[in-house]
C-alpha cells in the first residue's frame, strides 16, 4: 500500500506541475487589478489546482506511515527525476550537461537511502 501511495503522490505531484505550467502560457491564474483579486482560471489551471490537492492529501498520508528522513528524500527524488523528463519531452527545455549530473547525483542518493545497514 505505501508503494502505490508514493507513485500515486509522484505522479500526481508531477501531472500537477506540468498541467500548472500549461495553464499559465496564457497568464498568471491569480491576478490583482484595479485594487481587487482576480481569477483567470482556465481548465488547465483548475485541473492542475485539484490534482495537488489530490497529491497533498496523498503527501499527509505518505508522512503519516513512514519516516520523515527516508519518505521525503525517497518521494522529492522521484518527483525530480520525472520533472527533469517531463519538462524536456513537453516543454523542449534544455538537458545541460550540469542537469543531467544532478540527476545522476538525485539517483545516487536513491540507492544510499535504500541500502540496507
Excluded: W
Amino acid at each position: 500500500m505505501n508503494r502505490l501511495m508514493l507513485v500515486l503522490y509522484v505522479l500526481t505531484t508531477v501531472s500537477a506541475l506540468v498541467i500548472l505550467k500549461l495553464g499559465t502560457r496564457a497568464g498568471l491564474p491569480i491576478g490583482y487589478a484595479d485594487g481587487r483579486l482576480q481569477l483567470n482560471l482556465n481548465a488547465y489551471s483548475v485541473i492542475g489546482i485539484l490534482m495537488y490537492g489530490v497529491s497533498f492529501i496523498t503527501y499527509i498520508y505518505l508522512i503519516s506511515k513512514n519516516d520523515l528522513g527516508y519518505i521525503i528524500p525517497l518521494s522529492a527524488a522521484f518527483v525530480y527525476i520525472l520533472i527533469f523528463i517531463a519538462s524536456g519531452v513537453v516543454f523542449k527545455e534544455v538537458f545541460t550537461a550540469t542537469k543531467i549530473v544532478g540527476i545522476v547525483l538525485i539517483v545516487a542518493g536513491l540507492i544510499f537511502l535504500n541500502l540496507k545497514k
